[in-house]
C-alpha cells in the first residue's frame, strides 16, 4: 500500500525527532524529564516513553541514515537549550526534515 510521505513523517519520523530531543535534553544537558517536556511543549509521561525507548523507535533509523537530518536536528536542539525556539515554527523545521529525508531517499511516495 502506497502511503504519501507525511503520513509516513509523522507516524515515524515526528516521534523519532521528539525522542532524540528528549534523550538529548536530559542525558546530555542535563535537564529534568519536566523540564524537557515544558520546552518540547509535551507531557512528562511522553517524555518518558521517550526515554524509555517507547515510542519513537521505528523512526531512528530513517533519521541516522541522513547526515542532513541529524544536522537540522541538532540546529533544533541548540535552539530549543538557548530558549529560541518558537513552537511556531516547529513545522517548518519537520518540513526541512522531510525535505531531506525525501532528497536523501530515505521516505518516498511508496512510504518506508
Known sequence: MTKPPCMVIVRYVLPAIRAKLAKELVEKHGFRSKEAAEMLGLTQAAVSQYMNSKRGQQGIKLIESSRNAEA??????????????????????????????RKDEVVSFEGI
Do not use: M, Q
Request: aromatic fraction near 10%; glycine fraction near 4%; proline fraction near 0%.
Open 72 to 101: 537540522v536536528i541538532t540546529e533544533l536542539l541548540d535552539k530549543i537549550v538557548n530558549g529560541e525556539f518558537d513552537f511556531n515554527k516547529e513545522v517548518e523545521y519537520l518540513c526541512r526534515i522531510c525535505e531531506i529525508l
